[in-house]
C-alpha cells in the first residue's frame, strides 16, 4: 500500500478536492475560501503586469520575485494557487528523495513524508493562495542539496529562501556548523566554501537585482517593515495584545518590537545549531523552526507550515517519547482551538473578547509552545 507514487497520486488528489471546494465557495459562500494575502499578491502581480511597482498594492511585504512569478493570474486567477499546490508536491518528493538517502524503508519514508503530503491543514493553507509552500520547497531543495553533497546548490536553495523570506537565515549556522570538523585550523573546507557562496550569490544577486529596481521601496517594505510591524490581528503570539496598544498610541507605547526577534534568535539562530546541528541537520532545523514560530512577534497558522515541512524528519525520535507526546498534541489543538473560538466571537460576532479571553488564550498557546520545545530538545 505504502509507496511514493502512492503517496504522491493522493497528495495531488487532496489539493485538487480543497482546491475544487474553495471555487465553490468563492462563489457561493462567506467567508470565501480564499486567503485575503492571495489577493494581496495577485493584486501586486496586477501592477507589475502593468509596468508598476508590486508596492503600490499596500500591505504588500514580499519579495517582488513573488509578484513576477503570479503574472500569469492576470490570465488565470488561480495559476498562484496551483504553483504553491506544486510547491507542496516538490517538497514532498523531495523529501522521500532524502529518505532514500537515508537509507529508510519505502514504508516508512512514505509514513514519515505522509504528515506533510497528506496532511488536511498544509493542502488547505495552500489551496487557500499562501505561498508557504512554495518556500518549503526551497527548504527541502537546500537540504536534499546538502545530503546530495552538492553544497554549492544547497547554498544558492538557501540564498533564494532568506531573499524569499528572511527566517531561513538561522539555517545557515546550522549547515556551516555541520560541514565540517571544528578544529580552527581546519574550519575552513571547500564544502563550507561552496555553501557560502552560493548563499552569498544567489542571496546578494537577488536582492541586489531589486534594489536596483524598486530601491528604497524594497527596503522599506520587504526588510525594514520586519523590524516594527505590529500586526495584532489573526495573531497567536502574547505580542500581539502589546502590539494592538502600540499600534493605538505610537508615541507613548515602548518600541519593544524591533527588538523582540533577539531571544528567538539567540535560542533557533545560535544555541540549537551549536549543541545539535552535528547530529543531525534535518531534525535541528525542525527544533529550530519550532522555536522561532513560538517565539515570533507574529504567529499565525500559515507559519505553522515553516516547521510542519522539517516534521517528518523529525518522526522517529518520537518513538521514544512515549505517551506524552499525545498530551502535548492534545493541548496544542486545543489551545489553539481555544484561541480560534475567542477570534472567532471578537472578529466575526462582535463579542468583545480581546481581553482577557484572547489574551489568555495566546498565552496559554505560547506556554504550550514552550513546553514542546523543551520536549523536542529533550527527546532529539
Known sequence: MWSPATVLVLAVVLRAGFFAWGLYQDANMLPKFTDVDYMVFTDAAQFVYSGLSPY???????????SWLLVPTVWLFCFGKILFMLGDLVAGYLMLQIFRRQHISSRDACIFSSLWLLNPMVAVISTRGSSEGLLGAMIIYMLWAVYEKRYWHAGCGAGLAIHFKIYPIIYVPTII???????????????????ALGTLVSFAGLTGLMYAIYGSDYLQHSWLHHLTRIDHRHNFSPYATVLYYASADPASAPRFESWAFVPQLFLSGVLLPLVFARRDIAKTMFVQTFAFVAFNKVCTSQYFLWYLVLLPFYVPSLKKAGVIKYVFAALWVGAQGMWLHYGFQLEFLGVSTFYPQLFAATLLFFIVNIWGTCLLIRWF
Do not use: S
Request: charged share 20%; proline share 10%; aromatic share 20%.
Open 56 to 66: 503600490f498594492r499596500e500591505t504588500y511585504r514580499y519579495t517582488p520575485l513573488l
Open 177 to 195: 556548523w555541520a560541514l565540517g570538523p571544528l578544529h580552527p585550523l581546519k574550519f575552513i573546507n571547500r564544502a563550507r566554501l561552496q555553501f
